[in-house]
């Protein structure tokens, strides 16, 4: 059964800080997608980044990047030098060949000025 | 391009009235999703459409929970009698066809049940 697991529920930083967030998964499907999704303060479920099976590269959005590691089913995502704008919550999310979105319990990243 | 749109942002009710949320998804998608978050459960999937069509309701708790799509660009999620324990953040999400495609979410519905 298919599962994703963000074993750190909450992580505090001091600003300009690096951090990663780890996110671990399981799927027995070869072909699937990885997302992750930010959810601020504001409470809006904010789209950051897909990742589909077959695309192991890295990818740098800004201060923002992600580790795609098949071999040890993981898909880190790393915030160089945080800022306080980026606390909130993170969610790792699963989709197999459905249209099913199986999402972890999130990390709840904390930046302090 | 205006995103997922949902309406009410918030709603408080009494015990045993009938709640209706509203969604009007991005124009073109024609793949839209109703999830619900707790603290107890995180976010979980109730039902989702495709073209209109529920396609897995499975995630629906009750018989008190229903969603209708009468046209691509409108969704209702009903809850009647509502209860305490739907106190919950009510998201719909929308997306172009299915397999790949991102699910972007409305800002959400914060439903309070007394």
């Known amino acids: 059964a298919q599962k994703v697991t963000q074993a750190q529920t909450e992580i505090s930083v001091v600003e300009k800080e690096d951090v990663t967030l780890d996110c671990v998964y399981e799927?027995?499907?070869?072909?699937?997608?990885l997302f992750w999704y930010k959810q601020p303060p504001s409470g809006e479920l904010v789209f950051l980044i897909r990742?589909?099976?077959?695309?192991?590269q890295n990818e740098i959005s800004g201060r923002y990047s992600w580790n795609f590691q098949k071999s040890t089913s993981s898909f880190n995502f790393t915030i160089t030098a945080s800022q306080v704008v980026d606390s909130a919550v993170y969610f790792c999310?699963?989709?197999?060949?459905?249209?099913?979105?199986?999402f972890g319990t999130g990390t709840r990243l904390q930046v302090f000025p | 391009d205006a995103g997922v749109i949902q309406s009410p942002r918030h709603e408080v009710t009494e015990m045993g009235q009938e709640v209706t949320l509203r969604c009007k998804p991005i124009?073109?998608?024609?793949?839209l999703f109703w999830y619900r978050q707790t603290m107890m459960r995180g976010l979980e999937l109730l039902i989702y459409?495709?073209?209109?069509?529920?396609?897995?309701d499975s995630g629906m708790p009750e018989d008190r929970f229903s969603a209708k799509m009468p046209n691509a660009s409108f969704s209702t999620l009903k809850i009647q009698p509502s209860e305490p324990r739907d106190s919950a953040v009510y998201f719909c999400?929308?997306?172009?066809?299915?397999?790949?495609?991102?699910?972007?979410f409305g800002p959400g519905t914060r439903l309070t049940v007394l």
């Open positions: 999400a929308s997306s172009l066809a299915t397999g790949r495609n991102t699910q972007y």
């Open positions: 799927t027995r499907d070869t072909t699937y997608y």
């Open positions: 990742r589909n099976s077959f695309d192991e």
């Open positions: 999310a699963l989709k197999e060949n459905t249209d099913k979105l199986i």
């Open positions: 124009s073109g998608h024609n793949s």
């Open positions: 459409f495709n073209n209109n069509v529920p396609i897995d």
